[in-house]
Structure formats: C-alpha cells, structure tokens
C-alpha cells in the first residue's frame, strides 16, 4: 500500500500515511485533517511553529485527524412556497394574444367586407322572388359582420330560432373549412413574432406561454360569440316573425382555447426550425418526424386543392370569356372553400356522401331503398352501388336527363386527376423521411400513416355540412315540407380510413425506398 500523496509505502494496516497523515481509506469523506492543539511533535518531541503542518526536525505530520461536520440550515416553518408562471412567460402570453386579437379584428373586417356584398345579393335576390311575401325594409342585416365571420372561420356552428306568429329552430353546420388558415396564420404568425422577439428557454416555456395565449384567445371568442347574436324581425304572410341568430358560448370557449394554443405552439416551433423541433423533440417523444410530416402533408393537400378548384372555377366560365363580376367571384371563391375538403377526400377513393329530408320520396320513384348519393372520381353519381344514369334510364328519362347525368360524370372524371396530388405529396413525404435516423422503418411508415389517417378523419368530421330543422308544421311545411335533417354532406368515414392508410403507407415507403436505393 502506498500513499496517494507523497507515494510512501505504508503497513498494510493504517488507514493515514505515516509521513503526511492523509487517508489511505476510503473514509476521507467523513473525516477531516485539523492541526493539533499541541505545538510538539508526536514523535520525536520537538516544538514547531504554530503554522507548520510537518515538524523540523523528522520530518512527520502534525495534523489529526477529525470528523466532518455538516451544518444544515433547514428551512423556515412559517414561510410559504408559491408556485406561479413566471413574468417573462404572461408577458409573452398576454402580448401574444392580444396581437392575434388584433390581426383577428382587422382580418375580420376586410373579409366581411368583400362576403358582405355576395351574402345582401343573395338575401335580396330571395326577397324579391317571394313577391312581396318578404319585406326587405323589415329586415335587419347587422348580424352579417365581423363577429360572425370571426366565428365562421373558426368552424363554429349557429343555431337560428324563430319566435311569434310561427316556431321554428335550424341548427347550421356549414363550415367554410379552409377559412381555417386565416387564424392558423394569424396565431401561429404571433407564435413566431413572440418567440422571435425573446426566445424561450425550453419547451416547457413554449408551451406554457401557448396556454396563456390559448385562454386568452379563448375569451376573445367567448366574447365575440355574445356579440355575433343577434335578433331580427320580418315580415311573412303579413305576420310577423322573430329570429335569434345564437352562437355557442361555451364551444367558442374551446375552440379558441384549442385553436390557440396548438397554432401559437406551432408557430414557436417553426421560429425555431423544423430540424431542430425534431431532433430536440425526438428524444422524448417518439417518432415525432412521422408525426411532423403527416400533419404537414395534410395540411398542404387541402391548400393545395383550395387554389387548384378556385383558378379552375374562376377561368372556366362557360357563358362568355369577359371578366367575372364581384358577386360571381365572390359566390366561387365560397363554393371552393366549401367543396375543397370534399374533394381532397375523394382524392383517396372516399367518396361523399348527400342526404337530404325528403330523400326516401326520391328513392321511391327509382324503386331503390333509402339511402346516401355517392359521388366519387370513378363511378360519378350513384345510389346504393348503382350508377344513377342506370336508374333514370330504367325510369324512363328523357335523352336530355340523361345526357346531364353524362356531363356531370365526365366533368367527375376529369376531375379524378386530382388523386395525383396526395400520390406526389406522400411520395415527397417518405423522401424526407428516409434522411432521418429511424429504429425501425416499418414501425415509423405506420406511425405516419396512422396520423395521416386521423388527420383525415378530423378534416371530415370538421368540414361535414349538417343542417337539422324543427318546429311548428305551419312553418316547416312552407319551408321545407319536413321536421328533422335537412341536409347532410360528409365523405364516407369507412372508406376514408381504409383509402388514407393503405396510400399513405404504400407511397410513404416507395418514397423512402427511392432515396435508399
């Protein structure tokens, strides 16, 4: 045995070197060297200087040796722990909202100004063709604004009431779904402004600052919601009739809870980069690129199909090739934010699905039991798997019914060209992929397409069009002849899971393949 210090060898039974006194045992850690309160030298006898550690004259330690001693200060009893967010995270979270409240405002005021004019047209158009039934002077248009456009855009549902001469009730669902994009830019604009301006320190920060952001846009909507209702009477058969245009508080709580956060995150990770966000995300969350490219491919799909369908529908006006006037655009640009969730689905071999409230009297003049007009890019327009050129032709059409039915599903198929946008997308998606580390490539093939795939669901269950009518048969039966749905236009959810799993699958990995090879 030898000492660490100075080397000398030791009896194998000491525990401190003979020559300095330092420990040869582990023990070092709960014991100290102190100088000794004697002036002389254990060995020899001669007296040292008060400071020396070693004596003069052999040559041997001075010290002893000692317990440690920890001194602890506990904690005071009486004081309080407080756990709150810290200042820099509200301030963030604060002026990150209340900018996005802003830009929400001046958005909603532009856009209610172009929708304003296509929406009065058709409301005056209708007055007119009741021949005097309806008195345009009698109705108030002050609901048609800002607050409804604001909650128009976040997918929100409204519920018109009639009270009075008659009783009436519709709930409408009529998403305008790619109307989506304007708060997705505008919060996740203000993630990245807020973020740009003072970086957080983790993504715990980020994310807790998104909350705060969330809950304030929340209230905003919550808010905005009181101020879209409205109340209007009019004039029907001479007789008068109160309608209540009414918003869901308490979803438009949530939807702005939910549409905060998530854009205002995503924007904070996009200032950060998207390499970055993975590889910093990747070690604690699994196969977070998988994630990251479905939601993003989706998300470029349906853009992508908004400007296809409106350049399309904007430059092919079949009656003349002179300019389009504004309430025609106008009237197109919403026929495309509504049919573009349709037919991006379609674009993975669902088709959609139409019900209406008299359907069972229309499939009783084709002798076919009730159900769902299909329309899809290959069979065009049928009813319970039969093609409904068959069906009018087994009815006895006239050649021009026919020949119309013919034209729309010609116009269907040339529109099937469209299932080469998801097929490039996802191809483009399992190229990116492939240059990431992967434990298992099977494993995260079939975590991107379970994402796509639920991705897709939520697109179709948010842009379904639902509209459900009650009330007194007096009304109903001058408005619709019914009490119940009216209208119903969703892609068929079976064929949709199935369609987006397998070609999300199939093409992710020829995708990753083409780069490995």
Not at 489 to 506: D, H, M, P, R
Request: charged letters at 15%.
């Amino acid at each position: 045995m030898y000492c660490k210090i100075c080397g000398l060898e030791q009896p194998e039974a000491v525990n401190y070197c003979t020559h300095d006194g330092s420990s040869t045992d582990s023990i070092d850690s709960h014991v100290i060297l102190v100088p000794q309160s004697s002036k002389y030298c254990r060995t020899c006898g001669q007296e040292s200087k008060e400071y020396a550690t070693y004596c003069e004259k052999c040559g041997d330690s001075l010290l002893g040796v000692a317990q440690k001693e920890s001194n602890m200060k506990l904690p005071n009893a009486g004081a309080q722990l407080h756990v709150n967010v810290s200042g820099s995270m509200l301030k963030k979270g604060l002026f990150g909202g209340a900018f996005a409240i802003v830009c929400m405002f001046i958005a909603g005021f532009i856009g209610s100004l172009i929708i304003d004019s296509a929406i009065n047209d058709v409301v005056e158009t209708a007055v007119r063709n009741t021949d005097g039934m309806l008195n345009m002077n009698t109705i108030n248009q002050s609901f048609i604004g800002i607050a409804p456009l604001i909650l128009m855009c976040h997918l929100i549902g409204i519920e018109i009431s009639g009270s009075g001469a008659y009783t009436m009730s519709f709930l409408l669902h009529m998403p305008l779904f790619i109307l989506v994009t304007i708060p997705a830019l505008i919060l996740g604009g203000s993630g990245f402004f807020v973020e740009r301006k003072k970086p957080s320190i983790s993504w715990r920060e980020k994310f807790m600052t998104s909350c705060v952001i969330g809950m304030i846009y929340g209230i905003f909507l919550c808010i905005v919601s009181f101020m879209a209702s409205s109340s209007t009477s009019i004039s029907y058969f001479y007789q008068t009739m109160t309608i209540d245009v009414v918003y869901s508080h308490v979803v438009s709580l949530l939807f702005g809870i939910i549409f905060g956060l998530l854009f205002s995150f995503i924007g904070m990770s996009i200032e950060a980069g998207p390499h970055r966000m993975l590889s910093s995300t990747s070690q604690f969350v699994p196969y977070v690129t998988s994630i990251y490219y479905s939601i993003v491919t989706v998300l470029k799909g349906l853009l992508i199909t908004f400007g296809i369908i409106l350049i399309t529908i904007l430059f092919s006006s079949s009656k003349s090739m002179g300019p389009i006037d504004f309430p025609e655009k106008a009237y197109k640009v919403l026929l495309s934010l509504e049919a573009t969730p349709f037919m991006w689905n379609m674009a993975h071999l669902s088709p959609t699905e139409i019900e209406w409230g008299n359907m069972e009297r229309e499939m009783h003049r084709y002798s076919v039991e009730k159900g769902p007009l299909h329309v899809s890019y290959m069979s065009g327009i049928s009813i319970q798997g039969t093609s409904l050129k068959d069906l009018e032709i087994a009815n006895g059409a006239s050649a021009d019914r026919i020949k119309d039915i013919d034209d729309f599903n010609s116009y269907l198929h040339w529109w099937g060209l469209l299932i080469l946008l998801p097929c490039i997308l996802l191809v483009r998606a399992g190229m990116k992929l492939a240059q990431y580390r992967m434990r298992n490539m099977y494993v995260t093939i079939a975590v991107f397409s379970a994402v796509y795939t639920v991705m897709m669901i939520c697109v179709n269950g948010l842009a379904k069009i639902h509209i459900t009518a009650s009330g007194s048969k007096e009304i109903m039966k001058e408005f619709a002849g019914i009490s119940g749905p009216i209208l119903s236009i969703q892609s068929n959810t079976l064929y949709l899971i199935v369609g987006s799993f397998l070609i999300s699958y199939v093409l992710t990995f020829a995708g990753m393949k083409l780069v490995k090879k």
